[in-house]
């Protein structure tokens, strides 16, 4: 399995640009979560989709952030207007959920992450 | 208060000694429980999860858990310099995991 696998890479942009991340889950799982990464913030949860359908976005933080999730093997996050606030590490994770604890269950496999560097 | 706290370190310890990590949540509602590793630049990896109270061994790494007290720690035994790097803890509660801000421990030589 080739692992969740997120593009691009890194990215760098000017104030004001649209920019939009992409993630593809590994086969199988049925939960997908977009997180973010700051020195000042930690690690903190965006929105997360469950077999494709939003389950919680409360992390996300303005509406200049939208997510969707048309299949499910395909995932975007977008920024629109990006603002240099913005910059910082996102990850995409994917887990196999299940209701209650299981061996395995619920554990997050995460991307290599997209750095953003908002100019 | 955050839902997930972890000492802040830094935590710095020899080589072959026995690291102690430490994790507390404000969620009752949790479940399972994860101890996830990062390297500089690198995203986070899975070490151990454990949802019942208790211990759990596997290899040099011991996870703790009492709800009770809402307490994880992770013992890490023979530390190496290849254990050189920040350790988050995740509370999941329905599939959801909340991190803590993490814990970087530096294993010298």
């Known amino acids: 399995d080739a692992g969740v696998i997120q593009s691009p890479r890194h990215e760098v942009t000017e104030m004001g640009q649209e920019v939009t991340l992409r993630c593809k889950p590994i086969?199988?799982?049925?939960?997908l979560f977009w997180y973010r990464q700051t020195m000042m913030r930690g690690l903190e949860l965006l929105i997360y989709?469950?077999?494709?359908?939003?389950?919680?976005d409360s992390g996300m933080p303005e509406d200049r952030f939208s997510a969707k999730m048309p299949n499910a093997s395909f995932s975007t996050l977008k920024i629109q207007p990006s603002e240099p606030r913005d910059s910082a590490v996102y990850f995409c994770?994917?887990?196999?959920?299940?209701?209650?604890?299981?061996?395995?269950?619920?554990?997050?496999?995460f991307g290599a992450g997209s750095r953003l560097t908002v100019l | 208060q955050k839902e997930v706290e972890q000492n802040s370190g830094p935590l710095s310890v020899p080589e072959g000694a026995i690291a102690s990590l430490n994790c507390t949540y404000s969620?009752?509602?949790?479940?399972?429980f994860f101890w996830y590793r990062q390297y500089s630049g690198k995203s986070p990896e899975l070490i151990m999860f454990?949802?019942?109270?208790g211990d759990k061994e596997d290899g040099r790494f011991t996870a703790q858990l009492n709800k009770a007290s809402q307490y994880v720690s992770l013992l890490i035994r023979d530390s190496q310099p290849s254990d050189s790097a920040t350790y988050l803890c995740?509370?999941?509660?329905?599939?959801?995991?909340?991190f803590g801000d993490g814990t970087t421990l530096t294993v010298k030589p």
């Open positions: 994770a994917s887990s196999k959920r299940t209701g209650l604890p299981a061996p395995g269950a619920n554990v997050l496999t």
């Open positions: 086969s199988g799982h049925n939960s």
């Open positions: 989709f469950n077999n494709n359908v939003p389950i919680d």
């Open positions: 969620d009752r509602g949790s479940q399972s």
């Open positions: 454990i949802y019942s109270n």
């Open positions: 995740a509370a999941a509660n329905a599939g959801k995991s909340t």
